[in-house]
């Protein structure tokens, strides 16, 4: 069945490192991927919307110049933190948009980013 | 007023016990209305849509009051395994995009 699948599932990294995310569809064509982001305690957040072959369009608040997003191909996503800062310690998720047809949203793992 | 709002709990409940969880959320727009389910620091997981008309799926029952822009989860004879968090999700004014509210901890004890 669909599957999205996210790379990496935890990471911790330097602060001024970037890091870089990957999210890929296996057996269906993802046009469309949101990124979220989720403090803890929090709800996850909506950072932008990733459109394949188009500029990605990011949420107010969210820096387009610190959270570069790629979607080159139907099939990969991904967002690189750059300049990662102990405060864009979270949890990071893809979800696959949900279709003309309306269905269930596919959700990468999740990746839990820690900035030393 | 946030998109979605939850009683984000915890609630504590004994095994067996019958718990309600309850959402509104804010924009008339929304289409479509889910339960997921998180558990700590995993990815959260659809626990079932939530219909005008009401619908279960076995211990669990969904409800949804458009005129009020509210949600519920019923969960009856609560077991151990459904301790976790639970997220009442709406979509956008669009249709595509998920907003999360922050989600009601439950915690079932024996």
């Known amino acids: 069945g669909a599957v999205v699948s996210q790379h990496p599932s935890w990471v911790i990294c330097k602060s001024g490192t970037s890091v870089k995310i990957e999210c890929r569809s296996l057996?269906?064509?993802?046009?469309?991927m949101f990124w979220y982001r989720q403090f803890p305690k929090q709800s996850l957040m909506l950072m932008a919307t990733?459109?394949?072959?188009?500029?990605?369009?990011?949420e107010q608040g969210v820096e387009k110049d610190k959270f570069l997003i790629n979607h080159a191909s139907l099939t990969l996503s991904t967002l690189t933190v750059t300049s990662a800062h102990p405060e864009d310690s979270s949890f990071y998720i893809c979800?696959?948009?949900?279709?003309?047809?309306?269905?269930?949203?596919?959700f990468g793992q999740g990746t839990r980013l820690t900035v030393v | 007023r946030k998109e979605v709002e939850q009683d984000p709990g915890p609630f504590n409940v004994p095994e067996g016990a019958t718990v309600a969880f309850n959402c509104t959320y804010s924009?008339?727009?929304?289409?479509?209305f889910f339960w997921y389910r998180q558990d700590c620091r995993k990815e959260p997981k659809l626990l079932m849509s939530?219909?005008?008309s009401g619908n279960e799926d076995g211990r669990f029952t969904a409800q949804l009051n458009r005129a009020s822009q509210y949600i519920s989860l019923l969960i009856r004879d609560s077991k151990l395994s459904d301790s976790a968090t639970y997220l009442c999700?709406?979509?956008?004014?669009?249709?595509?995009?998920?907003?999360f509210g922050k989600g009601t901890t439950l915690s079932v004890s024996s």
């Open positions: 979800i696959s948009d949900r279709g003309a047809t309306n269905t269930e949203a596919f």
């Open positions: 057996d269906f064509q993802a046009t469309t």
């Open positions: 990733s459109n394949e072959g188009s500029k990605a369009t990011y």
């Open positions: 924009n008339s727009a929304s289409q479509s």
């Open positions: 939530v219909y005008s």
């Open positions: 999700v709406v979509t956008n004014q669009a249709g595509t995009a998920l907003i």
